[in-house]
């Protein structure tokens, strides 16, 4: 894990003397995921915005982000420091996230980022300390961002073949990707093409789990400039078209407080594979939430297109040990132990996805729940439990989930539906190419 923020103040400084850095990127992560904020002179960032915040109106940014608007709609962005770190994809600019505070100084709890944050500080006061990284997959086009607009976003070009050599069409962009990432901070594990059209995939070291969400918000953000300058674009949509889609993999493994791994138990005679009894629970609790929390896990109309027909993508209740069948999969021996969330797409909030996962393990370990057998066999056999085919049936299973209210509170349950509601209503209000292949010359 990464100790420290990527870029200390007194750097900071130092740049801005030199006149290398001028601008600072002050963000936050609405309910849909989307980056808001403000780009700040970075001299007044360091004489007022560090220490005063930012006054922001979220009504003015994406419908799901009003949902957190307070009464007078006013709301302060105070940056943490922690998160200071360059912006190598933009000249002059640094980035520094941040969390939202009310005008009466109490804090915005239904934030992404504070619902995460309450989740790691409920994994403390049990005594344990989580750990996490994000895998994910976009699809990468020949053409440009405005290229695809004037194309309606259809039939774009991409890049073809299963081997290595077939992603070097990419390889400048996915290198200028890799190392941009780690000069902000990030620590890339591997990249590779999937096999998919154009779709690449990029792992990231284990780190902690605020951390990891804030620097995939940021990983986002530098890939899509990227592939601008690159002259291409790039998506990171559950699902872009007939091809298998853009998922992501939020893993997690737990800690002691005094840093000992509690998930690998080798002095346990009980277990021969060597798995704690606090491990099992935790995945026991994952899987028994699975299906009450897939709305943070999917948040969109397009995240369960992706389960149409992707064996990628598997819906099923149920864990595993190899593979890409389940829903959850246990990976790594010793201290790499882990279990995979393989239902998020690409699109998902890494804030509330990582908040679902760990509530859900949390709930677990305090109920003691005893771990099922791994699925053997076919996940798509008739009679295995799945998660909500719909985002209007997560919604309705998110809203009549008790266990939701009990690990996040009403007023979490309430933003979160308010999120998806304007999600479904943008989406039912739009007309769709299918709905004009189909109707306009019916007679």
């Not at 608007?69 to 640094?94: E, K």
Request: charged share 20%.
């Amino acid at each position: 894990m990464t100790a420290g923020p990527p870029l200390e103040l007194d750097e900071l400084q130092r740049l801005v003397d030199s006149g290398h850095v001028d601008t600072v990127l002050v963000v936050w992560t609405d309910p849909g995921g989307r980056s808001q904020g403000e780009r700040v002179h970075a001299r007044h960032f360091i004489s007022q915005v560090l220490a005063g915040g930012l006054n922001v109106e979220p009504v003015r940014a994406d419908p799901g982000a009003a949902a957190l608007a307070a009464p007078s709609g006013a709301l302060v962005l105070r940056p943490d420091p922690a998160t200071l770190r360059p912006a190598p994809w933009l000249a002059g600019s640094v980035m520094v996230q941040g969390d939202l505070f009310r005008a009466d100084g109490l804090p915005v709890r239904t934030a992404p980022r504070q619902v995460l944050a309450a989740q790691v500080k409920e994994a403390a006061d049990l005594g344990v300390v989580p750990t996490g990284a994000v895998a994910v997959q976009f699809t990468v086009f020949g053409p440009t961002y405005a290229a695809a607009a004037g194309q309606g976003w259809k039939e774009l070009p991409s890049s073809t073949g299963a081997g290595l050599g077939a992603t070097n069409i990419d390889e400048d962009l996915l290198r200028d990707v890799r190392q941009t990432a780690y000069n902000a901070g990030l620590t890339v594990q591997s990249s590779h093409g999937t096999g998919v059209p154009g779709q690449h995939d990029i792992a990231f070291v284990h780190d902690d789990l605020l951390r990891t969400a804030d620097n995939h918000i940021a990983f986002r953000a530098a890939a899509t400039e990227l592939a601008h300058r690159h002259e291409k674009s790039l998506t990171f949509m559950a699902r872009y078209d007939d091809r298998p889609g853009n998922g992501a993999r939020p893993s997690m493994s737990l800690r002691g407080l005094d840093g000992s791994f509690v998930f690998n138990d080798t002095a346990n005679q009980d277990f021969s594979d060597g798995r704690s009894a606090v491990f099992r629970s935790f995945v026991a609790g994952v899987l028994a939430t699975l299906r009450d929390f897939t709305l943070l896990y999917a948040p969109t109309v397009n995240s369960y297109k992706r389960f149409r027909r992707d064996p990628s993508a598997p819906t099923a209740i149920t864990w595993g040990e190899g593979g890409t069948a389940s829903a959850l999969r246990v990976a790594g021996r010793g201290e790499t132990l882990r279990v995979q969330n393989r239902v998020p797409g690409a699109d998902v909030n890494p804030y509330l996805a990582l908040a679902g996962m760990l509530a859900g393990g949390l709930y677990g370990i305090r109920a003691g729940l005893p771990l099922e057998q791994p699925l053997i066999g076919d996940s798509r056999a008739p009679g295995l439990a799945r998660v909500p085919a719909s985002l209007a049936a997560a919604r309705d299973t998110f809203a009549g989930s008790d266990l939701a209210r009990n690990a996040f509170g009403e007023d979490v349950v309430a933003t979160c539906l308010r999120a998806a509601d304007a999600e479904l209503e943008a989406f039912e209000s739009s007309v769709t190419d299918w709905e004009r292949r189909r109707g306009f010359e019916m007679q």
